[in-house]
């Protein structure tokens, strides 16, 4: 019993052995909008313009969470590069079909997004997310989303009270379309209790 306590707890110490870590440069512009899959890699200027580009992703990533979480009282999240890296490397592996399944890191919270295309910044890719606040109804903490639409959990991970941090990754996949990926720690909807 005590052994496959430890096995099931080893993951999360390695994540919060990582957390708590200081960040590495290799991280820190895991939100590559640049990133179209056609192998180039620029010096200089272009290195410049680039890490230009993922700072402002992870401004507009942080900006639509934090503006949601503002709204409900909750306190705002922070970009942690080391989950970023995480999402980057499942959204790279999602490159080939675009698919928007959820990855097997259950230690994370994760909402994913596909648009149609290659021309989306990050806060129209996560608006949807924030939108479905619309159909959540706090009092009863239930969800009014018509079927087919995915429901409030999305929504309900953005402003989730015990969340701290995010980190998210955008591609371009090979189809030509768009995928954001958004991993959370700690991660939320779980239990029977409302979101915040």
């Given at each position: ?126 608006a949807p997310w924030v ?34 941090q995010v980190g998210c ?28």
């Open positions: 019993m005590a052994r496959s306590r430890m096995s099931l707890l080893w993951p999360v110490l390695c994540l919060l052995l990582l957390t708590l870590s200081a960040p590495c440069t290799r991280c820190a512009a895991t939100t590559n909008d640049s990133d179209d899959g056609n192998g180039s890699s620029g010096t200089g200027t272009d290195d410049a313009s680039r890490r230009a580009r993922a700072a402002a992703t992870v401004a507009e990533i942080l900006s639509v969470h934090n503006a949601a979480r503002l709204a409900v009282g909750v306190p705002p999240l922070v970009w942690s590069p080391q989950i970023a890296a995480f999402a980057k490397d499942f959204a790279h592996s999602r490159r080939g079909d675009c698919a928007p399944r959820r990855s097997p890191l259950f230690y994370f919270g994760e909402n994913i997004f596909v648009g149609k295309g290659r021309h989306w910044n990050a806060t129209a890719l996560a939108a479905e606040g619309r159909w959540y109804d706090y009092e009863s903490n239930s969800c009014a989303a018509p079927p087919g639409d995915g429901g409030c959990l999305r929504y309900t991970q953005v402003v989730w009270r015990n969340t701290t990754a955008r591609i371009v996949c090979d189809s030509g379309d768009t995928l954001l990926v958004c991993d959370y720690f700690p991660p939320g909807n779980y239990g029977t209790g409302r979101p915040y």
